[in-house]
T-cell receptor, first 114, second 113 residues
Framework: AAGVIQSPRHLIKEKRETATLKCYPI?????VYWYQQGPGQDPQFLIS???????DKGSIPDRFSAQQFSDYHSELNMSSLELGDSALYFC?????????????FGEGSWLTVV | QKEVEQNSGPLSVPEGAIASLNCTYS??????FFWYRQYSGKSPELIMF????GDKEDGRFTAQLNKASQYVSLLIRDSQPSDSATYLC?????????????FGAGTRLTVKP
């Protein structure tokens, strides 16, 4: 079965640079979530989209922005990167109709800021 | 107080034993409860979800929910070394959009052969 696809899997950026992560949800899933997981930390909810509209916002810094496109893929844009942004970024998707309340995660994108 | 709290680890059990993982949550209106397993550097993988009070069994795994006590647990019977991972408790909080999940910090389980 198709899963959540994230790219790139690994990314190295310097401080103050910009990074963009992409996420392709499971087909027919209408909700996309972004989570940030620092080393040894639990996943922190950043932001979510339902039917291409922002539906909820968590602890996403103002330097970050995200959107969901017409084909339901989503992008997380991170600017003025800081060392503390180094983390594993997960995208997840769900559909109340198809998967109930269950969220399925992608493999994650490792961001290292040097 | 964190919205979702898990018993502090790490937890170590011998192979074949029962591993018990516990989780409490603060939002009394929470409706859905999930256990995810996460291997180091990998994405969380859903093990079980439970919505109703009581027990739910799936193979070697049993989830238990007590909404009155705001408590959810995961029992792993006949623990195997391959069960060694971090187990994340996740709760769907009842917010306006009901779209986000809150995670506990995770409990690291080691099953020793």
């Amino acid at each position: 079965a198709a899963g959540v696809i994230q790219s790139p899997r690994h990314l190295i950026k310097e401080k103050r640079e910009t990074a963009t992560l992409k996420c392709y949800p499971i087909p027919r899933h209408d909700t996309v979530y972004w989570y940030q997981q620092g080393p040894g930390q639990d996943p922190q909810f950043l932001i979510s989209f339902y039917e291409k509209m922002q539906s909820d916002k968590g602890s996403i810094p103002d330097r970050f922005s995200a959107q969901q496109f017409s084909d339901y893929h989503s992008e997380l844009n991170m600017s003025s990167l800081e060392l503390g942004d180094s983390a594993l970024y997960f995208c997840a998707s769900s559909s109340l109709r198809i998967s109930g309340n269950t969220i399925y995660f992608g493999e994650g994108s490792w961001l290292t800021v040097v | 107080q964190k919205e979702v709290e898990q018993n502090s680890g790490p937890l170590s059990v011998p192979e074949g034993a029962i591993a018990s993982l516990n989780c409490t949550y603060s939002d009394r209106g929470s409706q859905s409860f999930f256990w995810y397993r996460q291997y180091s550097g990998k994405s969380p993988e859903l093990i079980m979800f439970i919505y109703s009070n009581g027990d739910k069994e799936d193979g070697r795994f049993t989830a238990q929910l007590n909404k009155a006590s705001q408590y959810v647990s995961l029992l792993i019977r006949d623990s195997q070394p391959s069960d060694s991972a971090t187990y994340l408790c996740a709760v769907r909080t009842r917010r306006v959009n009901n779209n986000d999940m809150r995670f506990g910090a995770g409990t690291r389980l080691t099953v020793k052969p």
